[in-house]
């Protein structure tokens, strides 16, 4: 199984900046892609930001050249860098992980718990 564990969330005021760190643990063959994602209240769970093994970065419209995704392939760990952060991002941030359990085995996503973030003044 793969353990995926967020920290970082917390409380900033609008503009302000906060690092999300994922890291992945367990018994797996390979981490894949790697990725962000958020749900606000009432809404539905919506992609942030991923990236592949190889570095390849997918960024939602809505936090292009504000949020930076990057990934520690050597420690399993993924983190989103948000800057100017608006009220509009305030959510619980996700953490997904693309991993497979053995060479042989079919790769399936896995979630981590959730980290809060809240934009406020």
């Known amino acids: 199984q793969v353990q995926l564990v967020e920290s970082g969330g917390g409380l900033v005021q609008p503009g302000g900046s906060l690092r999300l760190s994922c890291v992945a643990s367990?018994?797996?063959?390979?981490?894949?892609?790697m990725g962000w994602y958020r749900q606000a209240p009432g809404k539905q769970r919506e992609l942030v930001a991923d990236?592949?093994?190889?570095?390849?970065?997918n960024y939602a419209d809505s936090v292009k050249g504000r949020f930076t995704i990057s990934r520690d392939n050597a420690w399993n760990m993924v983190y989103l860098q948000m800057n100017s952060l608006k009220a509009a991002d305030t959510a619980v941030y996700y953490c997904?992980?693309?991993?497979?359990?053995?060479?042989?085995?079919?790769?399936?996503?896995?979630w981590g718990q959730g980290t809060q973030v809240t934009v406020s003044s």
């Open positions: 997904k992980s693309e991993a497979a359990l053995s060479a042989t085995m079919v790769r399936r996503d896995y």
């Open positions: 990236i592949t093994s190889g570095g390849r970065r």
């Open positions: 367990g018994s797996f063959f390979s981490i894949y892609a």
